[in-house]
């Protein structure tokens, strides 16, 4: 059983296209996460939603808009696409974290973004 | 501001070397510390956490980790590397409050005959 699962696993697109990644978990979990991994394996976070939530949203274009239809899904969907969105995208997965009981994150298989 | 550096980017060692990762957060307070592998074409696997409690922490497929408070550090250790080790890893740290992970840039491990 797959716990985080992500689609499509490759993504190959033109500049200025719009495209979808889907992310859905089934651990029950509350919050649920974005990634964007560069060229350079640097892993930095986008967002955090929990129960469907916007908690986190760092520095990020607004072309890239988070979507949580409900708990178990997060997708990521991004406008109008530019060469430097290539990159590999994780979805991640916790418990609602409790201060002084963190939970770990469940990270998905990843989506291969390539924007030419 | 929080930050986690892995000194080394590239490592290599022979099948049945011992392994050391080295890892150094820059915190206000200690924080929870972890660690992941990423196999090619995977997605990241934990290996390991540190909460609080005994400093040195036991994870899967051999791994352990010791917790430095005085040298912010939390190095991963194997005392002896298998070829199936190669990969990418990461070490992370997470304030105690809240649930934002902040990763390092990772070391890559390469195991030779």
């Known amino acids: 059983d797959t716990a985080v699962s992500q689609t499509p696993k490759y993504l190959v697109t033109q500049m200025g296209n719009d495209k979808s990644i889907k992310c859905e978990q089934n651990?029950?979990?509350?919050?649920m996460y974005w990634y964007k991994q560069d060229s350079k394996k640097f892993l930095k976070i986008m967002f955090s939603?929990?129960?469907?939530?916007?908690?986190i949203n760092e520095t990020v274009p607004n072309r890239f808009s988070p979507k949580s239809p409900d708990k178990a899904h997060l997708n990521l969907h991004i406008n109008s696409l530019e060469l430097g969105d290539s990159a590999v995208y994780f979805c991640?997965?916790?418990?609602?974290?409790?201060?002084?009981?963190?939970?770990?994150?469940?990270f998905g298989p990843g989506t291969r973004l390539t924007v030419l | 501001a929080q930050s986690v550096t892995q000194p080394d980017i590239h490592i290599t060692v022979s099948e049945g070397a011992s392994l050391e990762l080295r890892c150094n957060y820059s915190y206000g307070a200690t924080p929870y510390l972890f660690w992941y592998v990423q196999s090619p074409g995977q997605g990241l696997q934990l290996l390991l956490k540190?909460?609080?409690?005994?400093?040195l922490v036991q994870g899967i497929k051999g791994f352990e980790a010791e917790f430095k408070r005085s040298q912010s550090s939390f190095n991963l250790r194997k005392p002896s590397v298998h070829w199936s080790d190669a990969a990418e890893y990461f070490c992370a740290v997470a304030p105690v409050t809240g649930n934002q992970f902040y990763f390092g840039t990772g070391t890559s491990l390469t195991v030779i005959p």
């Open positions: 651990l029950g979990h509350d919050t």
């Open positions: 991640a997965s916790s418990q609602a974290s409790v201060i002084g009981d963190y939970n770990e994150q469940f």
């Open positions: 939603y929990n129960n469907k939530e916007l908690i």
């Open positions: 540190y909460f609080s409690g005994d400093t």
